[in-house]
């Protein structure tokens, strides 16, 4: 089972390369969606619920991009995407 983040504070310029390389610090991200229209936020998916909670505390209020970006567990959880 994997759990999603929800992720508000990106850019329209925010690249998945960017996300990855970010939110890959805390565990396995195995999938990104980034928001187009409108921009703004996104899902950054872990195959660890631990490391989904250490991304939380790590980022959440940080600066990403020139902006402070928020960090929070998604309601909604499923089978590995």
């Known amino acids: 089972e994997w759990t ?5 504070g990106f850019t329209a310029d925010t690249q998945e390369t960017d996300v990855r390389e970010a ?13 187009r229209n409108p921009p703004g936020f996104g899902f950054v998916h872990y195959d660890s619920a631990t490391d989904a909670d250490a991304a939380v505390a790590g980022m959440n209020g940080q600066d990403f991009g020139g902006q402070s970006v928020r960090v929070e567990v998604s309601k909604s959880r499923g089978p590995k995407p």
């Open 23 to 35: 939110f890959g610090k805390f565990g396995n991200v195995c999938k990104v969606w980034i928001a």
């Open 4 to 8: 999603k983040l929800w992720v508000g």
